[in-house]
C-alpha cells in the first residue's frame, strides 16, 4: 500500500471510531472525526515530504565510484557512435604541455587564459586516474562530440566565477594562425543537475595555408561530487557551425551521463 493510500485508511479509521463515541454526542463527534482525520492527512504530507527528502538527499551523497565506473558505455550514450578515450591521450592532455617559445596564444585579458580553455584547464586540474572520457560523431558528422567524468581538487563555485569574471575572451596566435573568442553563454536545464555552465568558442584557423573556422560548446556541471562534462567542436571544413540539432544531441548526452552518475551506487 503507497504512503498516501495507507494516509487515507489512517483518516477513514480515525472518522470511524470518532463517530461511534456516545450518540448523545454526535455534532462532538463530527468535530472530532473532522480534526482526527485532518491529524492523520496532515502525518502523512509530513512523512511522505520526509521520503522524498531523504531520497534527495542520498541522491545528493558524494559518490566514491571512479570516473571509469561512472562514465557511460559506448552504448548508453547512443545512438551517436563513441569510444572510450585512450587513457595516455588523456593523460597528455592534462598534462599542462606548454607552447614552443613564439608560439603562444595571446589572451586579452590575460587572466583568462584558463576560461579560454576550459577544456584543456579542467584536464590539467585531474590527477591521475581521475578523468574519463568518450569521443565520436553526431549522427549526420558535422561536429565531434565528448563526454568526461572529472575529479578535480578545484571546486564547482571557482569555475564558476572564473567563467563570470572571463564572459568574453578574445585569443589570437599569429605564428599559428589562429584567432578567435570565448564567450560564456545561456546552458540548458539538465534533469538532475542543480547548476550548468555553458561556453562557447569561434576560432579561425589560417594555418598552413588553409583556412577554416571551427567552433566549439562546452556545459559543465557538478553531481555527487564529480564533475560532467560534455563538449563538440566543428572541424575546421565543416562550415563551423554548431546547429541546435547538434546543441540538442549535446545535452541529451549530458543529460544521459548525470542521470548515471546519480544513479550510482
Do not use: H
Not at 112 to 129: E, Q
Not at 139 to 168: H, I, P
Amino acid at each position: 500500500m503507497s504512503i498516501r493510500r495507507l494516509g487515507i485508511a489512517l483518516a477513514l479509521g480515525a472518522a470511524v471510531s470518532a463517530a461511534s463515541c456516545s450518540s448523545d454526542a454526535g455534532e462532538q463527534a463530527e468535530s472530532a472525526a473532522s480534526d482526527a482525520g485532518a491529524s492523520a492527512a496532515s502525518a502523512v504530507d509530513e512523512a511522505g515530504d520526509a521520503v522524498s527528502g531523504a531520497m534527495d538527499d542520498a541522491s545528493d551523497e558524494p559518490t566514491d565510484a571512479s570516473p571509469q565506473d561512472l562514465l557511460l558505455t559506448p552504448e548508453e550514450a547512443g545512438p551517436m557512435p563513441m569510444q572510450a578515450a585512450d587513457p595516455a591521450l588523456l593523460a597528455q592532455a592534462g598534462a599542462g604541455l606548454e607552447m614552443p617559445e613564439g608560439m603562444e596564444l595571446e589572451v586579452d585579458p590575460p587572466e583568462c587564459a584558463d576560461a579560454a580553455d576550459m577544456n584543456a584547464t579542467l584536464a590539467g586540474d585531474v590527477s591521475d586516474g581521475g578523468l574519463a572520457a568518450l569521443m565520436g560523431g553526431g549522427e549526420d558528422g558535422s561536429a565531434m562530440f565528448t563526454v568526461q567524468v572529472l575529479r578535480t581538487g578545484v571546486s564547482f563555485d571557482e569555475y564558476k566565477t572564473n567563467w563570470e569574471n572571463c564572459a568574453e575572451v578574445r585569443f589570437s596566435g599569429q605564428a599559428v594562425g589562429i584567432t578567435g573568442t570565448s564567450a560564456e553563454v545561456d546552458a540548458p536545464e539538465i534533469e538532475g543537475a542543480d547548476e550548468v555552465l555553458a561556453r562557447t568558442s569561434d576560432t579561425q584557423v589560417e594555418a598552413l595555408g588553409e583556412g577554416g573556422r571551427m567552433t566549439n560548446i562546452v556545459y559543465l556541471t557538478e553531481v555527487r561530487g564529480v564533475k560532467v562534462l560534455a563538449g563538440a567542436m566543428t572541424a575546421p571544413d565543416s562550415g563551423g557551425e554548431i546547429g541546435p540539432d547538434a546543441e540538442a544531441e549535446l545535452a541529451d548526452l549530458l543529460t544521459k551521463q548525470v542521470e548515471k552518475v546519480n544513479n550510482a551506487g
